[in-house]
């Protein structure tokens, strides 16, 4: 089930006319160390009433874009298996009615990455690029699989490659599983766990990538598909997640 009651704006356009489809996952519960990302995709909708424009000179203007917001899903908080059972249900059910659409999904934690990719792997081929201060590489995380701390291990079985850009190497083991990747073929998901470059999430780390260095690279990129995930708004606010989310609606329009 989706709720639509925070939407970015009025839905113009129906889902199968849409160019751009937009959902949040409000889920959190796998956090491994401050809890609230599930504020994460109606804080950024806010972001767009208040400090996003709607016009980037590079990129174009928001009202030229056919997006279709599909509300947040409806997640079953405490229990990994089945939110990962909706958010999987819920991408086929939205790509079987707009095949064509650029799925864009916000979060929530990074966990949700695993079931867009599966349901998405199932109909397309492409490569996986992911930004992110974690590797996300760990097998498990105290014994558990679906960890927001695997998910890059996880995706790595259902593709065979991950490419993992901003990380530093949290074991030797790990280290050692990072220099076996392989850059991704094009066309790319791409996940962008937003602790890259921000500390208003629920992991923060004592370094950061660049912002508009990162924009320069994904902007020469073939993206089907993108997340925007681990902003955690109770942490604090960084406008940058929404101008992230306001580039890549942009980038998914031109
Ligand atoms: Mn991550």
Redesign the pocket.
Known sequence: MLRKTNLIWENIYRLNEAEIVLVGVPFDSTCTEIPGTRFGPNRIREEFQVHVGNFDEQLGDLEDVKLYDAGNIDVVHGNVELTHKLVYSTVKEIIEENPTAKLLILGG??SI?KPIVKALSEKKKFGYV?Y?????LWDDYNGFKYS??C??RRISEILGNVEIRGCKAESKEIAAYLKRLKPAKEPVYL?I?V?VFSDKVS?PVPYSYDFEKMWSEIAKRKVVAADV??YNPLVGRDVRVAELVKRLILKFHS
């Open positions: 934690e990074h990455t992911c992110d201060a974690h590797t996300d927001h701390a998910v890059n996940s766990d602790d992991c995930v681990e």
